[in-house]
């Protein structure tokens, strides 16, 4: 028997991931697990449906990619993954391609924007994993342009996001088609009780992971509420631009707010970007590229963005306004104080908002700091009319609505295009064509 001592198995290594990925994983720094990576990965592997939750930017995106990529590099069949906006499932599809390019993967991104066409030349180039918001594969289900009966595994991800903008029955119709021999991972940051029952009536004894309790909110950030009266917002916003250097994130509650303050820190000499459902997915993509580049120093944006922005390195996350949803706020907030770094949230209350405080406590199970005395303002500014929403030259000419009104009042999801990535040509070895 040799005597020559075996290498230590830590991190990556211990979790029964494959030597190509583990070596692509190098490649891109990923040195340890994050907590529901290292719970969700190997029971992924094992083909487990997995109800999996955690806090927003502890990297559920590898936790259900990993597991994925490497089982379907081992069979036939397809993946699929449902996301509830453009956004997500751009950064999704991105984080794939990291992980599975060496080893030939394709995927197709089904989501609103751009050409249904191209969508189509992906789906027939034979994608191992499709990237999609309900309504848009919906669509393509409707057009006869993609079957289903090839998925193997299924994921969804921000499920009750999905429910909320009204997925819920694009949600069951594509679950009934995939194959009844499936897998399906859950995971979300909040787990309501009609992500629960979904789950029950489609997975078979689903392995709950919980590393923090539903709704905990980043543990890294320092939260902050103004109680402050509407005409006063903009100074206190234009306060925290001046006392803050780093990059900022502000969410508003509405698309015709985000363009108004978006407008008005461009007055004060901050360069800003927006993202709500009024811009196009170019204008949306550049935006967001613009902040992460450092182009814009401040991104103003609706809920329509609080799980779809992947930035290291936000400094302050400003509620201009409360989210309408309590669920929303952990989401929002989420975006700083991510990677183990530290961040602060600063929200902006009226005092007929003080229920609405009430509910986020509930929900976090912490006692927010509130503020009822106000620093030194500047001058009194006010709200400045948006510009054009087409004003980027690449922005299509049919726009993004995001959400249309429907007949009944309520809002109704968009389902517009757009090709996202286009599939690679020939597979390399590791995938076998989905068939």
């Known amino acids: 028997m040799s005597n020559t001592p075996q290498p230590v198995r830590s991190g990556f290594q211990s979790l029964g991931i494959s030597p190509r990925i583990l070596e692509v994983l190098e490649q891109l720094k990923f040195t340890q697990p994050t907590p529901i990576q290292h719970q969700s990965i190997p029971a992924g592997l094992e083909g487990k449906d997995i109800i999996g939750i955690a806090q927003t930017g502890t990297g559920k995106t590898l936790a259900f990619g990993i597991p994925m990529i490497q089982n379907l590099g081992n069979s036939h069949g397809q993946g699929l993954i449902l996301l509830p906006t453009r956004e997500l499932a751009l950064q999704v599809a991105e984080t794939l391609q990291k992980i599975g390019r060496s080893s030939g993967l394709k995927t197709a991104v089904l989501i609103g924007g751009a ?47 999905m429910l909320d903008i009204g997925f819920a029955a694009q949600i069951q119709q594509i679950l009934g088609l ?28 689903p392995l709950r992971i919980e590393v923090a309790p539903a709704g905990t909110a980043a543990t890294m950030v320092e939260q902050e509420i103004f109680i402050v009266n509407r005409d006063v917002k903009i100074q206190l916003l234009e306060k925290v631009l001046a006392d803050y250097k780093g990059i900022i994130l502000v969410f508003t509650r509405t698309k015709h707010s985000a363009k108004k303050v978006a407008a008005t820190i461009r007055q004060m000499g901050h360069k800003s970007a927006e993202i709500h459902s009024n811009r196009s997915l170019a204008q949306r993509r550049e935006a967001l590229d613009g902040f992460k580049s450092g182009k814009y120093r401040v991104l103003v944006a609706t809920d329509i963005a609080a799980r779809g922005i992947d930035v290291n390195g936000i400094e302050v996350v400003v509620n201009f306004d409360l989210p309408e949803n309590s669920e929303d706020y952990v989401h929002r907030i989420g975006r700083t104080g991510r990677a183990g770094y530290s961040g602060r949230a600063i929200s902006f209350a009226t005092p007929d908002q003080r229920n609405d405080i009430r509910s986020i406590e509930r929900l976090i199970r ?52 757009d090709r996202g990535f286009k599939p690679r040509g020939t597979s390399r070895p590791g995938f076998r064509r989905a068939r």
Request: hydrophobic share 35%.
């Open 366 to 417: 912490k006692v927010l700091p509130i503020k009822t005395t106000l620093p030194e303002l500047p001058p009194r500014r006010a709200l400045v009319a948006g510009e054009d929403d087409n004003r980027f030259s690449g922005a299509s000419r049919g726009g993004n609505r995001g959400f249309r009104p429907s007949s009944s009042g309520t809002r109704a999801p968009d389902r517009g295009g």
């Open 178 to 205: 995939i194959s009844k021999e499936r897998q399906i991972m859950l995971f979300s940051a909040t787990m309501p009780t009609e992500i629960v029952r979904l789950a029950a009536s489609h997975m078979k004894l």
């Open 115 to 161: 050409s249904m066409f191209m969508q189509v030349q992906a789906i027939r180039r034979g994608p191992h994993i499709i990237v999609a918001t309900p309504g848009r594969l919906a669509d393509h289900l409707k057009q006869g342009n993609v079957r289903l009966n090839q998925v193997r595994i299924c994921v969804l991800d921000e499920a009750d996001r």
